[in-house]
């Protein structure tokens, strides 16, 4: 018999085989070594702009343990939990990942009431009424002419390109 009588899967231990009576033999002892699971470690993936190019899942952790995601590639439009299960015959466990898409935001701007010809043009606001900072296309408003102007984003916020149109009323002259 053996004592204990089962083999733990979870600690090494020394296990003693006693031989039945009667036989000429003697106990001995077996040693098993159990060797704990390594939770694969990865270094977190930056949030990114919902359209932007995702990055890849690496295909090894930090820690040496090779494996595949679940799913096998991140979305470049919505945030999601990926899931890595070691290869076979590394003692690892399975571990996840958080990935974050930060939507696109379409900045707002206030209209810019239509103006008279050959009045002063207003100036076109560097910053969106929701704190988009960004450049104008063109740069300034015409006091000659009705146009429609972009604005872009600064580098590095999650926002969209918009235009605002901008009137210029004709002069008139009087009969």
Not at 39 to 56: E, L
Not at 102 to 111: I, K, Q, R, S
Request: overall charge neutral; proline content about 10%.
């Amino acid at each position: 018999t053996w004592s204990p009588a089962f083999v733990s899967n979870t600690t090494s231990g020394t296990y003693t085989f006693t031989p039945g009576a009667g036989q000429c033999a003697t106990t001995t002892t077996l040693s098993v070594t159990v060797t704990p699971n390594v939770t694969p470690t990865f270094n977190a993936i930056p949030a990114f702009c919902a359209g932007s190019a995702a990055p890849t899942l690496p295909g090894t952790s930090t820690n040496g343990i090779t494996g595949t995601w679940s799913p096998a590639t991140i979305s470049n439009t919505s945030s999601a939990t990926y899931t890595f299960t070691p290869g076979a015959g590394q003692c690892a466990t399975t571990t996840t990942l958080d990935v974050t898409v930060t939507p696109n935001v379409t900045p707002t701007f206030n209209a810019i009431p239509a103006f008279c010809a050959g009045s002063a043009a207003p100036a076109l606001p560097g910053t969106s009424t929701n704190g988009i900072t960004g450049t104008w296309s063109p740069a300034l408003v015409s006091n000659t002419t009705s146009g429609t102007y972009t604005f872009t984003p600064a580098v590095g916020l999650c926002a969209t390109t918009t235009t605002l149109s901008v009137t210029v009323t004709p002069n008139v002259t009087p009969n």
